[in-house]
C-alpha cells in the first residue's frame, strides 16, 4: 500500500467512524476537539518567539568590501534591433511536437493553441511598444548586501484630506513586477481618504534585480533586504502585501521588524495545518462546521478535501519538485528556447487562474488576461535570463524542512487582512490562518479570481486592500 492509499484509508475509517455517532455524541466530540485545538495553539503560542532574527548578508560576487554604494539611480528598460531579431530568429526555429487527441491543457501547454500564441508574439507582439508601457512608471536599482536591487516607485495624486501611506507589493513565481500595472493606478488615486506611494521590488534573481552570487538566498534573506530598501528609501513605517513567494517575504518583513510593518495584507494565506486540533477540524468540520470555526463557504471550497488538497496539488506541483532540487539543469532549455520558455509560465497562468482551464483546448488563458500582458511578463524573464535564478529560489527555500523553519513557527502579530480568493490552489478557512496571524483585522472571501490576484482582478483586491488599510488606520487613530 503506497503513502497516499494509507492516508485515503485513514481518512475514510475516521469518516466511517464519526458517521456512526448520534448527534450529541458527535457535538461532544467537536467540543472536545476544539478545546485540545484551543489548548495546543495556545501553547504554541506561548513558546513560540515574537520575531525572527534581522541577521544580516552579502551576496555580491567575490569577498565582501569595507563599504558599499547606497546610491539609488534612476532605471530604464530598454531593447534593441539585436535583441529583436535573436528572438524572432530563436521562434522561427522552433519544433512542435503534435498535442495527444482531447488532451486540452491536462498534459500541460497545448502545442495547438501554443502555436496560435507564437503566431502572434511573431508577427504581432511588438516590444518596443511595451517597453514603453514598462517605462511609464519610474524605475530604480539601489545596490544592496552586494547585489542591484531593481524596484518601481509610483507617487500618488494626493487630494485634500487624504493621507498618503507607503504599501510595498511584492510579486512571487512565475510574475514579475509587472503584475501590479493593472492595481497601480487604483491605488495611487482613490476616493478613500486614503492613497498609496506603491514601491514594487523586483526579488534578487527576477527580472531586473541581480541574482545572488551565492547559495542560501530565501524569503527571510529577500525580507531583510526589501527592509533596508525602505529604509534607504526614507520608510519607517509601511504597508506590506503580497501572493505566492511575496506572500512568504512580505509575512517574513512582518516578523522581522514588526515596529516597520504597520499592516499586512495577502492574497495567498499561509498556516500550518499539522496540529492535532486542524486535523480534528478538518475531519469535523464537513459534518458540523459551525462547531470547529467553518463557515458554508469554507466547506464548499475545502471539500472533497483529497481531491481539492492532495490530488489536485500533486498534478500541479511536478514543476516544483524540480525546482526546489535541480533547477539548473532544467532552466537551462528553458533559457535557451523562448517558446519553452512561455510554455512553461503560461501554463501557470492557465491552471493557476483555474484549474477548470485544464479542461479547455485554449487553456483559458485570454479570458482573464491579454497575450500582450502575458507576454510581457514571459519577455521581462526572456531578456534578462532570469529564468534559472528565480527557479533557484525554490531550492533555497525548500533545502530544510519548512515546518522547523524559524518563520514557521514564529506568528505574525502586526494587524493583517487575507482576501481569500476562490480559485487559489488551497483554502485556508480563517480558523486556520488565526493560528499563525494574531491580529486579523480583515478576512474577505472574495467574489472570483485565483492565484494572480493583482494580475487577474486589479479592482476587487484594491478595494480589499483599501478597506483593511481604512479600518487599521481607524483604530490607529481612535
Given at each position: 500500500?503506497?503513502?497516499?492509499?494509507?492516508?485515503?484509508?485513514?481518512?475514510?475509517?475516521?469518516?466511517?467512524?464519526?458517521?456512526?455517532?448520534?448527534?450529541?455524541?458527535?457535538?461532544?466530540?467537536?467540543?472536545?476537539?476544539?478545546?485540545?485545538?484551543?489548548?495546543?495553539?495556545?501553547?504554541?503560542?506561548?513558546?513560540?518567539?515574537?520575531?525572527?532574527?534581522?541577521?544580516?548578508?552579502?551576496?555580491?560576487?567575490?569577498?565582501?568590501?569595507?563599504?558599499?554604494?547606497?546610491?539609488?539611480?534612476?532605471?530604464?528598460?530598454?531593447?534593441?534591433?539585436?535583441?529583436?531579431?535573436?528572438?524572432?530568429?530563436?521562434?522561427?526555429?522552433?519544433?512542435?511536437?503534435?498535442?495527444?487527441?482531447?488532451?486540452?491543457?491536462?498534459?500541460?501547454?497545448?502545442?495547438?493553441?501554443?502555436?496560435?500564441?507564437?503566431?502572434?508574439?511573431?508577427?504581432?507582439?511588438?516590444?518596443?511598444?511595451?517597453?514603453?508601457?514598462?517605462?511609464?512608471?519610474?524605475?530604480?536599482?539601489?545596490?544592496?548586501?552586494?547585489?542591484?536591487?531593481?524596484?518601481?516607485?509610483?507617487?500618488?495624486?494626493?487630494?485634500?484630506?487624504?493621507?498618503?501611506?507607503?504599501?510595498?507589493?511584492?510579486?512571487?513565481?512565475?510574475?514579475?513586477?509587472?503584475?501590479?500595472?493593472?492595481?497601480?493606478?487604483?491605488?495611487?488615486?482613490?476616493?478613500?481618504?486614503?492613497?498609496?506611494?506603491?514601491?514594487?521590488?523586483?526579488?534578487?534573481?527576477?527580472?531586473?534585480?541581480?541574482?545572488?552570487?551565492?547559495?542560501?538566498?530565501?524569503?527571510?534573506?529577500?525580507?531583510?533586504?526589501?527592509?533596508?530598501?525602505?529604509?534607504?528609501?526614507?520608510?519607517?513605517?509601511?504597508?506590506?502585501?503580497g501572493g505566492d513567494w511575496g506572500a512568504f517575504i512580505t509575512s517574513n518583513m512582518a516578523q522581522m521588524k514588526p515596529e516597520c510593518v504597520r499592516g499586512l495584507h495577502l492574497n495567498m494565506i499561509i498556516?500550518?495545518?499539522?496540529?492535532?486540533?486542524?486535523?480534528?477540524?478538518?475531519?469535523?468540520?464537513?459534518?458540523?462546521?459551525?462547531?470547529?470555526?467553518?463557515?458554508?463557504?469554507?466547506?464548499?471550497?475545502?471539500?472533497?478535501?483529497?481531491?481539492?488538497?492532495?490530488?489536485?496539488?500533486?498534478?500541479?506541483?511536478?514543476?516544483?519538485?524540480?525546482?526546489?532540487?535541480?533547477?539548473?539543469?532544467?532552466?537551462?532549455?528553458?533559457?535557451?528556447?523562448?517558446?519553452?520558455?512561455?510554455?512553461?509560465?503560461?501554463?501557470?497562468?492557465?491552471?493557476?487562474?483555474?484549474?477548470?482551464?485544464?479542461?479547455?483546448?485554449?487553456?483559458?488563458?485570454?479570458?482573464?488576461?491579454?497575450?500582450?500582458?502575458?507576454?510581457?511578463?514571459?519577455?521581462?524573464?526572456?531578456?534578462?535570463?532570469?529564468?534559472?535564478?528565480?527557479?533557484?529560489?525554490?531550492?533555497?527555500?525548500?533545502?530544510?524542512?519548512?515546518?522547523?523553519?524559524?518563520?514557521?513557527?514564529?506568528?505574525?502579530?502586526?494587524?493583517?487582512?487575507?482576501?481569500?480568493?476562490?480559485?487559489?490552489?488551497?483554502?485556508?478557512?480563517?480558523?486556520?490562518?488565526?493560528?499563525?496571524?494574531?491580529?486579523?483585522?480583515?478576512?474577505?472571501?472574495?467574489?472570483?479570481?485565483?492565484?494572480?490576484?493583482?494580475?487577474?482582478?486589479?479592482?476587487?483586491?484594491?478595494?480589499?486592500i483599501i478597506q483593511f488599510v481604512e479600518k487599521v488606520e481607524r483604530k490607529v487613530h481612535k
Amino acid at each position: 500500500m503506497g503513502f497516499e492509499d494509507s492516508i485515503v484509508q485513514t481518512v475514510e475509517c475516521i469518516k466511517e467512524t464519526i458517521g456512526n455517532l448520534d448527534r450529541s455524541k458527535l457535538q461532544l466530540l467537536a467540543l472536545s476537539s476544539a478545546g485540545v485545538g484551543a489548548l495546543l495553539c495556545y501553547v504554541a503560542w506561548k513558546q513560540s518567539p515574537k520575531t525572527i532574527p534581522m541577521g544580516d548578508g552579502w551576496w555580491g560576487a567575490g569577498e565582501k568590501p569595507l563599504s558599499e554604494d547606497k546610491t539609488v539611480h534612476r532605471f530604464v528598460v530598454k531593447t534593441s534591433v539585436e535583441e529583436i531579431e535573436d528572438l524572432h530568429r530563436r521562434i522561427d526555429q522552433t519544433r512542435f511536437t503534435d498535442p495527444l487527441e482531447d488532451s486540452c491543457f491536462h498534459y500541460g501547454f497545448n502545442s495547438s493553441y501554443l502555436k496560435r500564441v507564437v503566431s502572434f508574439w511573431r508577427q504581432e507582439f511588438d516590444w518596443e511598444k511595451q517597453v514603453k508601457v514598462i517605462n511609464q512608471y519610474p524605475h530604480f536599482k539601489t545596490k544592496i548586501e552586494g547585489i542591484d536591487v531593481h524596484f518601481v516607485h509610483v507617487k500618488p495624486v494626493q487630494k485634500s484630506g487624504q493621507t498618503v501611506l507607503p504599501l510595498m507589493m511584492v510579486h512571487g513565481w512565475p510574475g514579475t513586477f509587472y503584475e501590479f500595472y493593472g492595481i497601480l493606478p487604483l491605488l495611487i488615486e482613490t476616493d478613500s481618504n486614503v492613497v498609496f506611494e506603491v514601491i514594487c521590488p523586483s526579488i534578487p534573481g527576477y527580472g531586473y534585480s541581480e541574482a545572488p552570487h551565492k547559495k542560501g538566498f530565501n524569503t527571510m534573506e529577500a525580507a531583510r533586504i526589501f527592509h533596508k530598501l525602505m529604509e534607504r528609501l526614507g520608510f519607517t513605517e509601511f504597508y506590506v502585501q503580497g501572493g505566492d513567494w511575496g506572500a512568504f517575504i512580505t509575512s517574513n518583513m512582518a516578523q522581522m521588524k514588526p515596529e516597520c510593518v504597520r499592516g499586512l495584507h495577502l492574497n495567498m494565506i499561509i498556516a500550518r495545518t499539522d496540529s492535532l486540533g486542524q486535523l480534528l477540524s478538518l475531519v469535523i468540520g464537513r459534518y458540523l462546521p459551525f462547531l470547529v470555526g467553518f463557515t458554508k463557504e469554507d466547506v464548499r471550497r475545502l471539500y472533497p478535501y483529497m481531491e481539492k488538497n492532495i490530488y489536485d496539488i500533486l498534478r500541479e506541483t511536478g514543476y516544483l519538485h524540480i525546482q526546489a532540487s535541480k533547477p539548473d539543469t532544467a532552466g537551462c532549455g528553458l533559457n535557451d528556447s523562448p517558446v519553452g520558455l512561455a510554455a512553461y509560465i503560461l501554463e501557470k497562468f492557465s491552471s493557476w487562474t483555474d484549474l477548470g482551464n485544464r479542461d479547455l483546448e485554449d487553456g483559458g488563458l485570454e479570458r482573464k488576461f491579454s497575450l500582450d500582458d502575458l507576454l510581457t511578463n514571459v519577455m521581462i524573464y526572456w531578456t534578462t535570463c532570469s529564468i534559472i535564478p528565480s527557479m533557484r529560489f525554490y531550492k533555497e527555500n525548500l533545502k530544510k524542512d519548512l515546518k522547523t523553519r524559524v518563520d514557521r513557527v514564529t506568528s505574525v502579530f502586526v494587524p493583517t487582512g487575507l482576501a481569500a480568493f476562490p480559485d487559489e490552489l488551497l483554502h485556508c478557512p480563517r480558523a486556520w490562518a488565526s493560528s499563525r496571524f494574531a491580529d486579523v483585522r480583515s478576512f474577505t472571501y472574495m467574489s472570483r479570481g485565483g492565484h494572480f490576484a493583482a494580475f487577474e482582478e486589479p479592482q476587487l483586491l484594491a478595494n480589499d486592500i483599501i478597506q483593511f488599510v481604512e479600518k487599521v488606520e481607524r483604530k490607529v487613530h481612535k
